[in-house]
């Protein structure tokens, strides 16, 4: 119930801010977050945690504030934070196509959670001192004892529910709101102004957020990633909402939380419920299936987007160039050590699945939040392959990526019936479905057994990543996920450049006439997900031999979403931006470089690329690569 | 009576509670070029989108003596039923050459697995390609981007790449649209070779004086239906027409 209700609150903003700017802000939960760890750290310390990088850490307010003093300082930085993000960020971006805002909305949450680690460090909310706002002496309910803090938490939710509706259906600022959501011209000949509506809605629904789970933190556990993704039920519950009905939020957040504790008790009490994680996976399913079953949710805005998508230059280049680049990586293999050695080796997977996101949703445009799950998949299959069929290196690996090629092309199959922010949240709750109801199905899984990957072997000799002391990693894994990158980059260079990639842009162009230029529109949007999840899933493979134990947190889901970030800030329509990706990410050459130039620079790595990515979608959408062709052509 | 290549029969459009196209009955016979005109509003745009699948209707649309009502868009397409968009709609990343090459190619799973194989591939002339490019004199900005061209051009290409699919018959949808004077005698020019390279056409234009003199036959749409239709002399000085454009006269007996 506790977690019901904070996910019916976040859903109210949700919705509010997609009336209010056609957004659907998945940075929304994590304001909440870092709003929370603030109020907390102000009670205990008296020091407000200041949320940008090169101001002053903290500041001091006053030495024993109030839950009121701490609530009405932390509200009033929520609300500023919220007019800030709409006035710097998704005002500019209104005209932006829908990639432009998802990945804005994931820098920003990228943000959040590195400014968390960086503030607080390793420990996380355990440096915090939760105390409750809401009184929880426990009470009798139905038989059952239950803290009251839940039944007031249902409380606010509900009340905030009610003064929403009330205040959207009788104000005038309501209507002034749905005016400006429906029409934004129209709503500006009559003498509105969009951008006060637009700062006003993003200021209260940042002021829920925050609310929300600092009420909710002493019942769901705070912590940086995990409060974060409370964004995924709280999407769901307002794309059922249609982004409009703040009862139905509610009522749905409500239903999600409570169908998960349901879940949770029938499983103890039903033996043969298979033991998978059915109290996360059931209620997504149950979205994913209304999504594709009633076709487009979102209500469609007065005007198209006018910006245009990220170009895609000629790619002829960049053949040559992933040579270069391999062959330079094998040197480096062979010369460097092992910390150099890891990075590169990381760079490298990472690259490998960073080309999944540029071929579907740079060359097709279509959105995917799945590229984890689909590497999860094949990783899994992989293992299965190797341990129960016998298959040796590679071809358990191949018949991993064909498994999750396989699934790809079944969830693009009912997925691309949707477009835009839809097929985002769509695969979105695609990948939380897989996550929980397949990598969490010991028959799939093979359980404890199953998760240790045996390592590759090639003519006999042991190409896997585990070595003895100084020999790790060793540099013949790395040699191996080198070949396949730069196979995989071929790859990628020759559909792109052949008819197949012509008729993917013209799709991502203008759908209806690719389609009376004779282009099959949905085959070619599926076969990009088929292509996607394949390369999704060698890359799965390649990082199931250097975890070498299988776990589902390796293909979670803000790996896709930091994927998809990393893709977008490099250059997300062409495939030497994937290769940069791989540079940039955490746990990459970069990390390692900084690391090298200062010890623990590379803290500050996640939270810059999260602003770069923000300025990316705003200033830049060609990403580092696009831009770079685009000056050069000049 | 030999059968037409386009057999329109009946065609109907309802869009909620309005009617906009009423039973509407078209011939397009092989070779021949066929003007659609009729005031705005008339039906014009939702007869294309209704005949290449891109609208819901009722009524039957036979190509070459082959029903086309169950099949999608791309499908008809492919059977030889090419079109243009008012807006252009070109594929705005892709260069002239490439756009034209989206619609001669038509790529299926096996291309992918070849595509995937060649990344130095030479990119092989296409006369497919080629020959709209020659047609309509659009050799000089082959490598130029959709975005950058000018808007005379941009019209071009939109129909160069509807003939790029080698159609048996193309559907223009108001190609004179802002075109200036010498560009329009040039299109009324161009049209006329589209026909002789054994294409037939289907015209729909605001600019009357075009339609009349390079079409054989030519139908006058009104509020959804085929008020007149014959060669174009006689559709000309048909009181129908005059009606449609400017309303009965005033003080005219009824």
Redesign the interface.
């Known amino acids: 119930m506790g977690g019901g209700s904070v996910v019916a609150i976040l859903a109210l903003g949700v919705v509010l801010t997609y009336k209010a700017s056609g957004t659907v802000n998945f940075a929304h939960a994590a304001l909440g977050m870092y709003v929370a760890f603030a109020f907390y750290e102000l009670r205990a310390t008296g020091e407000l945690v200041l949320p940008l990088l090169g101001l002053p850490d903290r500041v001091a307010i006053v030495d024993r504030p109030t839950v009121f003093t701490a609530m009405v300082t932390c509200l009033a930085l929520a609300a500023a934070l919220g007019a800030l993000i709409y006035g710097l960020v998704f005002r500019p971006l209104r005209r932006a196509p829908a990639l432009a805002r998802v990945v804005a909305s994931l820098g920003l949450l990228l943000y959040f959670i590195a400014l968390i680690d960086l503030r607080f460090g390793a420990r996380g909310a355990t440096a915090l001192v939760i105390r409750n706002v809401l009184d929880a002496t426990v009470v009798d309910f139905a038989g059952a004892s239950v803290p009251l803090d839940r039944f007031l938490l249902l409380a606010v939710a509900l009340v905030l529910t009610g003064v929403l509706w009330l205040a959207y259906r009788y104000t005038r600022f309501g209507l002034a709101t749905r005016a400006t959501a429906e029409h934004e011209e129209g709503a500006i000949q009559i003498g509105l102004s969009p951008d006060a509506y637009g700062v006003a809605n993003w200021a209260l629904a940042s002021m829920l957020a925050a609310l929300a789970i600092i009420l909710a933190a002493p019942v769901v556990r705070l912590d940086p990633a995990g409060t974060s993704l409370l964004i995924v039920p709280a999407v769901a519950a307002a794309l059922v909402a249609r982004f409009n009905s703040f009862v139905v939020a509610t009522a749905v957040g409500l239903a999600i939380g409570m169908a998960q504790s349901e879940i949770l008790n029938l499983q103890a009490d039903h033996a043969w419920l298979p033991e998978i994680g059915l109290q996360q996976g059931v209620p997504f399913l149950v979205i994913l299936l209304t999504l594709l079953v009633g076709g487009s949710r979102l209500p469609h805005r007065g005007r198209p987007p006018t910006r245009s998508l990220p170009e895609s230059p000629d790619p002829r280049w960049t053949g040559v160039g992933v040579l270069v680049v391999g062959g330079i990586a094998v040197s480096g293999l062979l010369v460097l050590d092992g910390d150099w050695r890891l990075g590169i080796i990381i760079s490298t997977i990472t690259a490998v699945l960073a080309l999944s996101v540029v071929v579907v949703t740079g060359f097709v445009g279509q959105i995917s939040l799945a590229p984890y799950a689909f590497a999860g998949v094949a990783a899994f299959a992989m293992v299965r392959f190797a341990n129960d069929a016998g298959f040796g290196f590679p071809f358990d690996a191949l018949a991993g990526a064909a498994v999750a090629t396989t699934v790809g092309v079944l969830v693009a199959i009912p997925a691309v019936r949707v477009r835009g922010l839809d097929l985002a949240i769509a695969t979105l709750a695609a990948a939380v479905v897989i996550e929980e109801l397949i990598f969490k199905w010991t028959w799939f899984t093979g359980g404890a057994a199953g998760s240790r990957v045996p390592p590759p072997e090639l003519f006999g000799i042991d190409v896997g990543i585990a070595a003895r002391g100084t020999d790790y990693p060793r540099a013949a894994f790395g040699i191996v996920c080198i070949v396949v990158l730069v196979v995989c980059t071929l790859a990628v260079v020759g559909l792109r450049r052949g008819a197949t990639g012509r008729a993917w842009l013209a799709v991502r162009a203008d759908e209806r006439a690719a389609a009376a230029a004779g282009i099959n529109v949905v085959g070619a949007k599926i076969s990009a997900f088929g292509v996607s999840a394949f390369l999704a899933g060698i890359g799965g493979t390649l990082l199931a031999y250097e975890r070498q134990i299988l776990s589902p947190s390796s293909f979670a889901v803000l790996a896709s979403l930091t994927l998809l970030a990393f893709t977008y800030l490099s250059g997300i329509a062409a495939p030497a931006g994937a290769l940069l990706a791989g540079v940039l990410a955490s746990g990459g050459i970069l990390t390692v470089a900084l690391d090298r130039i200062d010890d623990g620079a590379s803290r500050y790595q996640l939270a810059t690329a999260g602003l770069a990515l923000v300025a990316a979608a705003v200033l830049f959408p060609n990403g580092i690569v696009g831009s770079l062709a685009r000056i050069r052509r000049r | 009576m030999t059968t037409p290549l386009l057999d329109v029969r009946g065609l109907t459009v309802r869009y909620g509670g309005v009617v906009a196209l009423d039973g509407v009955d078209l011939e397009v016979g092989a070779g021949s070029l066929v003007g659609l005109i009729g005031p705005n509003g008339a039906g014009k745009t939702t007869f294309i989108d209704a005949v ?1 699948g ?1 609208a819901r209707a009722a009524g039957t649309v036979a190509f070459e003596g082959r029903s086309l009502d169950t099949l ?3 499908a008809r ?2 059977a030889g039923l ?2 243009t ?1 008012q807006g252009g ?6 260069s002239v050459e ?2 034209l ?3 001669a ?3 299926g ?1 096996r ?2 697995l ?8 030479r ?1 092989r002339r296409n006369e497919r390609v080629e020959q709209p490019l020659e047609l309509l004199g659009l050799d000089h900005c082959r490598s130029t981007p959709a ?1 950058e061209l000018p808007h005379g051009t941009r019209r071009l290409v939109g129909i160069a ?2 003939l ?2 080698a159609p048996r018959l193309v559907l223009l949808d108001e190609p004179a649209a802002g075109l200036d004077p010498a560009d329009r005698a040039r299109l009324g020019d161009h049209l006329r070779a589209i026909v002789a390279h054994g294409a037939s056409v289907l015209l729909v234009d605001h600019d009357v004086d075009l339609v009349f003199s390079v079409c054989d036959v030519v139908y006058v749409l009104d509020f959804g239906a085929v008020i007149v239709h014959g060669p174009p002399g006689a559709v000309r000085i048909h009181p129908a027409l005059v009606e449609a454009y400017l309303g009965t006269a005033v003080g005219e007996e009824p």
Do not use: G, N
């Not at chain 2, 709609?89 to 892709?94: C, S």
């Not at chain 2, 070849?114 to 591939?121: F, N, S």
């Open positions: 290449t891109f999608s868009p791309h397409a492919r090419a079109r968009f709609a070109l594929f705005e990343d892709l490439d756009q090459r989206v619609a190619e038509r790529p799973v291309d992918l070849t595509d995937a194989c060649k990344p130095w591939r990119v975005r790449r509807a790029a699919a």
